[in-house]
């Protein structure tokens, strides 16, 4: 990692890029006191993983410069003056008559906050406060009217037939060509995407606009003919994207932020900007995948798929969640609530390595693990190891205890299979909350796909009629030992396939006790319902 292939920071990919703006940086010569980075927090949908993925990974290359010496700030920008396109899926149809208005100056339809805008960020905020993310808010619509870009905008507006070219030269688009990259806010119907701002008049900082309608990625919004001007030094509109970004950067001294391909195009357009108008060499970028549902769509804040972050975190950690954003930045991935389990106990195993208790023979490796561990606890980790129960086993507890005292039963069972010795902690209560949500709403863990042989189905298959005609715990327990040996399978194999099929992990509790805890029947039916979808190979286990 680096130029010499030595280790850097924490040895992650966040501090490879910690790494490279620094390097950059010493290029450029700017001589920043404190770095920035920034990334958007999206105002016009239910924030979703992917909008929070953007921000926690802008925080931890924060973090990381920080590890390597540079001061360094993260800075949560939220686009609350972008216009409505269309009424995402879920929301009230009573939003339509605000279509093509900013968010920010739309009612909010739970009427809990001062607009929709603020409603939304609101969301963004939310699960970075849970999950400990500190950061400098920015409202985009506070911006302008504090005029926190006007000197980006004068320059754009002064250099607006060389912006248009250069938008051309990207992206084979002539529209700027011919009018200014700014959106007035009609001052009649009060819509910001109808507008067209055609002539900039430099002595009163006025640009003139008609609100004639356009069309924006196939969605028509009209206007209302109005004839008129606006004052961008008190925010009466906003830059165009094509030219926001730069905007941005340059006003705010931003030295990082990351970008999906789905913005590509509008990146690489501002960076231009940025270097040849506003004579601010753009910040360092790195490009990520976009989280994507069960049916390989992109989540999106309109589509009718969101996944939040609230809901994760009903059923997980925080630090779950950063393990999902940290793990890596690049690929594609399938993320849907049945990962959350997975996340859960992989975050124990990197606690297991961070303590010792998991050997891990590279050394890079054991390096980079351990500080993927500090990042998801954002470098302040605990001193302890804690209690490591699998998730599966904990959801399983939970949905057979009695309702009205879920916690106290888990804990029970917790002290008599040995999980437990001491107090328990605010760790292991926030993981039994998760998991008896889970077991509320789902009431089973998705499983993993498996392959067994068939020697060890028609093992499980015989061991599912003892299950039900046991008479006590002790006699499960070492029937389970027989059914073992008889089908040559080594005891220890046995029991790691069992506790796979059950709670999704190769250890457990004693299983004759478990088994007795969660009921009978319900232990045969688990097994059964796992055998018919695991694969069957006819190799020897």
Request: charged fraction near 30%; include cysteine; charge should be neutral.
């Amino acid at each position: 990692m680096g130029g010499s292939g030595k280790i850097i920071g924490k040895g992650t990919w966040l501090d490879k890029v910690a790494y490279e703006i620094l390097e950059r940086e010493r290029r450029l010569g700017r001589g920043f006191e404190v770095i920035r980075t920034e990334s958007g927090l999206g105002a016009s949908g239910i924030p979703h993983i992917g909008s929070l993925a953007d921000c926690v990974r802008a925080y931890g290359v924060k973090l990381s410069l920080e590890v390597q010496g540079q001061p360094a700030e993260y800075i949560a920008f939220s686009d609350d003056m972008d216009g409505l396109r269309k009424v995402p899926s879920g929301l009230p149809e009573s939003l339509r008559e605000y279509l093509g208005h900013p968010v920010s100056s739309i009612p909010d339809p739970y009427s809990c906050h001062s607009s929709y805008g603020d409603h939304m960020s609101y969301m963004l905020r939310d699960a970075l406060d849970r999950c400990g993310i500190e950061y400098m808010f920015y409202s985009a619509t506070e911006s302008y009217r504090r005029g926190i870009f006007n000197e980006q905008i004068e320059k754009i507006m002064l250099n607006a037939a060389r912006v248009g070219e250069i938008i051309k030269e990207e992206l084979g688009q002539d529209k700027y060509t011919e009018v200014l990259p700014y959106f007035p806010v009609c001052s009649a119907c009060g819509k910001i995407y109808s507008t067209i701002a055609y002539e900039y008049e430099p002595q009163t900082r006025k640009i003139l606009y008609r609100c004639g309608g356009t069309s924006i990625k196939g969605y028509e919004v009209e206007g209302c003919g109005y004839v008129g001007e606006a004052d961008y030094s008190k925010g009466e509109g906003k830059l165009s994207w094509k030219v926001e970004f730069a905007a941005r950067w340059a006003a705010l001294k931003i030295g990082f932020e990351a970008y999906g391909k789905d913005i590509a195009d509008s990146v690489k357009v501002n960076d231009r900007i940025s270097d040849q108008i506003l004579n601010y060499h753009h910040p360092y970028h790195v490009r990520y995948e976009m989280f994507l549902d069960r049916g390989g769509r992109k989540i999106s804040k309109s589509a009718g798929n969101v996944f939040t972050p609230q809901l994760w975190l009903r059923y997980g950690t925080p630090q779950s969640l950063l393990l999902l954003m940290f793990k890596r930045i690049v690929g594609a991935r399938i993320v849907t609530p049945d990962d959350i389990p997975t996340y859960m106990d992989e975050l124990d195993r990197l606690e297991d390595v961070y303590f010792g208790r998991r050997k891990v023979e590279d050394e890079k490796e054991l390096f980079k693990l351990k500080g993927l561990y500090e990042y998801c606890w954002l470098l302040k980790p605990p001193g302890s190891l804690g209690s490591h129960v699998p998730y599966g086993l904990l959801v399983n507890l939970a949905s057979v205890a009695p309702e009205d005292s879920r916690v106290e039963y888990v804990l029970s069972r917790l002290k008599k299979y040995g999980y437990l010795k001491n107090s328990p902690t605010q760790d292991l209560l926030r993981k039994i909350e998760a998991a008896s949500n889970w077991a509320k709403d789902f009431a089973k863990i998705e499983a993993e796909p498996m392959e067994i042989s068939r020697t060890e189905k028609d093992a499980v298959q015989e061991l599912i009629g003892s299950i039900r005609g046991a008479e006590d715990e002790e006699r499960l327990q070492n029937r389970i030992f027989e059914t073992a040996r008889g089908h040559g399978l080594s005891p220890n194999q046995f029991f790691r396939l069992l506790y796979m099929l059950l709670i999704g992990s190769t250890s457990g509790p004693r299983l004759g006790t478990y088994i007795f805890d969660i009921g009978q029947e319900r232990a045969a039916e688990t097994l059964a319902n796992r055998l018919k979808e695991v694969k069957i190979t006819d190799s020897k286990p």
